[in-house]
C-alpha cells in the first residue's frame, strides 16, 4: 500500500486532456463495466492537480482519500479537489459511472472567479462523499448527461456551455455539501474567513504566523484575530496549525520522506520543533504517528 516514488515524495499528477477531443482544460468519461483501472500508478498514494468529481451508478472498491477509507457505493458522488492524497485498490468487481475533470485553469476563466469561492470547490471540511436521494440521483444524472453530450458535440459556444452547466451542477452539489458536512452557521460563509483560509491554503508551507496573513489582507493581527474567532469559533492560530498538521499526517502515512524532510518542506527550520509542535497537536511523535497509523491501515 505505501510504494512510492524513488525520490520518496508523493507523485503529483497533472491535467490529461482526453485524446479524442483535445480539450486542454475539462473531460468528461463514460466508465461502464470497468473491472481494471486504467492506470497502475493511481495504486500508490498519489495527488491529482485538478478537481475530480464521479458518479457511482453501479459497482464498489475502496479508496483512500488522506487518511480516510471509502467503500464505493452506487448512486453516490465523489469528489476530490487538488493537494488531497489519494489512493485507490484494485477490485474485481465492476465498477459504472461518470467521472468529470477540470483543471485550475478552466475554473479560472469562469467571470468573478464564481466557481471558486463554492463550498464543495473551497472544500473547508476536507470531505470526499455526498449522499444522494432519488431527486438528487435524477437531477445529478441528467445534468451530466447534459455535460457529456455537449462535450462531445463540439458546437459553436461550446466552452460557455459547458462552463453553464458545470456551474450548474456544482452549486446544486455544494448545497448538498453544505448540508451535509455542517451545521449552516459552522460553514466558512464570511469574507474574510474565506480569504483568511484561502491564504492559509496558499502560503502554510511559507508563513506560520497569524501576523503574516494579517498584512497580506491589509488588517491588523488584532483585528483579524477578532473576526476570525468571531466567525469560525477558533483562534485564528488553530487554522494554520491545523492546515499544517493535515498535511504533515498525509506525508507520514503516504510518503517514505523522514521526519527531518517532512519538517524542512511544511516551513520548520528544527526538526526537533516540529517534533514538539506534532506531539503537542497530535498527542504522539511523528514516528509514533506513522507506525501506528500504517498499522491501522494495514
Not at 36 to 43: C, G, K, S, T
Not at 123 to 151: C, Q, S, W
Not at 156 to 163: A, D, E, I, N
Request: proline fraction near 4%.
Amino acid at each position: 500500500m505505501f510504494t512510492t516514488t524513488e525520490d520518496k515524495d508523493i507523485p503529483r499528477y497533472a491535467f490529461e486532456p482526453d485524446a479524442a477531443t483535445g480539450h486542454p482544460m475539462f473531460r468528461i468519461d463514460k466508465n461502464r463495466e470497468i473491472r481494471n483501472y486504467r492506470r497502475l500508478d493511481f495504486f500508490v498514494p498519489h495527488r491529482k492537480d485538478y478537481y475530480f468529481l464521479a458518479f457511482v451508478k453501479v459497482g464498489s472498491s475502496r479508496h483512500w482519500i488522506d487518511m480516510k477509507s471509502y467503500v464505493l457505493q452506487p448512486d453516490t458522488l465523489y469528489f476530490t479537489v487538488p493537494q488531497q492524497v489519494h489512493l485507490k485498490e484494485d477490485s474485481d468487481a465492476p465498477l459504472s459511472g461518470i467521472s468529470v475533470c477540470f483543471s485550475e485553469a478552466f475554473l479560472a476563466a469562469a467571470e468573478g472567479h464564481f466557481l471558486k469561492e463554492l463550498p464543495l470547490i473551497q472544500n473547508p471540511f476536507n470531505g470526499h462523499e455526498l449522499k444522494l436521494n432519488a431527486a438528487d440521483v435524477v437531477f445529478v444524472e441528467d445534468m451530466l448527461e447534459r455535460i457529456y453530450t455537449e462535450y462531445h458535440t463540439a458546437g459553436q459556444w461550446q466552452q460557455g456551455m459547458l462552463m453553464a452547466y458545470l456551474k450548474v451542477l456544482l452549486i446544486y452539489l455544494s448545497r448538498l455539501y453544505t448540508e451535509q458536512f455542517a451545521a449552516s452557521d459552522a460553514v466558512p460563509e464570511k469574507r474574510i474567513l474565506k480569504q483568511y483560509l484561502a491564504y492559509i491554503n496558499e502560503r502554510y508551507t511559507d508563513s506560520h504566523e497569524v501576523a503574516d496573513y494579517a498584512a497580506v489582507m491589509n488588517l491588523s493581527a488584532g483585528y483579524l484575530s477578532e473576526v476570525i474567532k468571531a466567525q469560525s469559533g477558533k483562534p485564528p492560530i488553530a487554522h494554520i496549525h491545523e492546515r499544517l498538521m493535515l498535511e504533515a499526517r498525509r506525508l507520514l502515512l503516504h510518503s517514505e520522506l523522514s521526519v527531518k524532510e517532512i519538517a524542512f518542506e511544511l516551513g520548520f527550520e528544527d526538526d526537533s520543533y516540529f517534533n514538539r509542535f506534532f506531539k503537542r497537536l497530535n498527542g504522539q511523535t511523528p514516528v509514533a504517528y506513522r507506525t501506528d497509523t500504517r498499522k491501522m491501515y494495514h
